[in-house]
């Protein structure tokens, strides 16, 4: 990345700002490819607890919480960055919401992977089958948003109508990850009724998955704003 006063004092008025949104989206995109993988941990960390691993699910946490960990420190220097260049960018809040954001989604899905590490330690059961389908199909749902949301913004200066199809299909994922909520709500009452501990933490878990969710969408939100006022 370059440095901030370099493209301040080498570059005219307008590559100032084409040069410094490279970088951020750039980096940006780090960010949101770790963040991808980072869900994607989460997904084959759910399948260990179902299927007993326990030694599976503890590395599939350490491994979840240092992606998390690079994401909070990108950040840091990204969002120092977008600072430092700050008065040759047209949406400088904007990428300062979506910093904040992908670091937010990092953290749900670190605290989601924590309720699984909880689960495993109590010697929990597998999942029934139902549930089982609906924790593994909202990740990848999650997994699946976080894709959309990285290709937005790689077609960011291109692509307007391409972005707002994206955009679309993106609600209509989230969506779905708003009814496996729902569905999972009922099937957690029924079954863990009576187990007060497992029923917390999977309604827990669910939260954090959800809350996931909802930031995708307003991150692709705002990647369409700032595609839009182009």
Do not use: W
Not at 144 to 149: A, E, F, G, I, L
């Amino acid at each position: 990345m370059l440095m901030a006063d370099e493209i301040i004092r080498y570059s005219e008025s307008g590559e100032q700002e084409s040069i410094a949104e490279t970088n951020i989206v750039e980096q940006l995109n780090i960010m949101l490819r770790d963040l991808e993988e980072c869900f994607r941990e989460l997904l084959f960390m759910v399948k260990d607890l179902d299927e007993g691993r326990a030694v599976a699910v503890d590395k599939r946490y350490m491994r979840v919480r240092s992606i998390k960990d690079n994401i909070e420190n990108t950040s840091v220097n990204l969002m120092d960055y977008v600072i430092k260049v700050s008065p040759i960018l047209t949406f400088k809040d904007i990428y300062l919401y979506l910093i904040q954001d992908i670091v937010r989604a990092a953290e749900h899905a670190e605290a989601a992977a924590y309720r699984n590490l909880l689960l495993n330690t109590k010697e929990f059961e597998r999942l029934p089958d139902k549930l089982y389908a609906e924790l593994d199909e909202t990740v990848r749902k999650i997994i699946d948003m976080v894709s959309k949301v990285r290709t937005m913004l790689e077609k960011i200066r291109a692509d307007q109508k391409y972005i707002r199809e994206l955009y679309i299909e993106l609600l209509k994922v989230e969506n779905a990850v708003d009814e496996y909520y729902r569905e999972s709500g009922l099937e957690i009452i029924k079954h863990y009724s009576k187990d007060v501990g497992a029923l917390i933490l999977l309604k827990e878990l669910f939260d954090k998955l959800e809350d996931s969710a909802d930031i995708m969408k307003r991150v692709g939100t705002y990647i369409r704003f700032i595609s839009i006022h182009r």
